[in-house]
């Protein structure tokens, strides 16, 4: 195990092939409560299901549509699925998936995905949290963990995310952690039914200076535990 150099450990090499993964960061405090990021658990999945089919009406208007029911996606097989290929992935280098951990408890995923390396070393990052954090600071927290993480062990140099223009609360989040909007994509996924807009967001490894957490503790938005 090796630190990161801002919070958080890496598990394994430094000289690794996968630089940055896996990993667990944190914790800081949010209103919520205790936030952390951790590698995704196969017994998370009873959790997830529960939480995902509760928040149905929270979650399913800013997700892209994928075949089947809501229920039918969120069986404890198509968990199975999903931990795989992330998992997969992550060993692989392509992908950074995290588990959104309050108080020790499953609250929600983030993950850095399509991670290129090369003249680009960029990924784009995807978040949800529970209902019941709503508003709680978790997501915020959460980004911040993430991108100093990516920015600094995982050796990205951008990150990039998607939000419907519509999706206020996700727009905030990302603007506490320092992502800028850049452009419009039309009609870019279908979400809801139909093909929606979405605004894109993205920081780069210059604009976090000394740290996305530190920004977040000093502007009062989280504290360090």
Known sequence: MYPDARGGSVIGSAESGHPGWPARLGPVRARAGVV??????LRDGAAWRRIRLDDRDHLEQWEPSTPGSWKQRHTLTSWWTQ????????????CLPFAITVDGAFGGQLT?????????CSGWVGYW?????????????????AADHAFTAAGLHRLEATVRPENAASLRVLTKAGFRQEGLFLRYLHVAGAWRDHYCYATTTED??????AGMVAAGLIDRE
């Open 112 to 120: 850095i995905g399509n991670v290129v390396r090369s003249a680009l």
């Open 83 to 94: 931990w795989w290929s992330l998992r997969s992935l992550a060993r692989r280098g392509q």
């Open 208 to 213: 976090s200076g000394t740290g996305v957490v």
């Open 129 to 145: 949290v529970a209902s019941g954090y709503a508003s709680g600071g978790v997501a915020t927290a959460a980004l911040g963990l």
């Open 36 to 41: 952390a990021l951790r590698p995704l658990w």
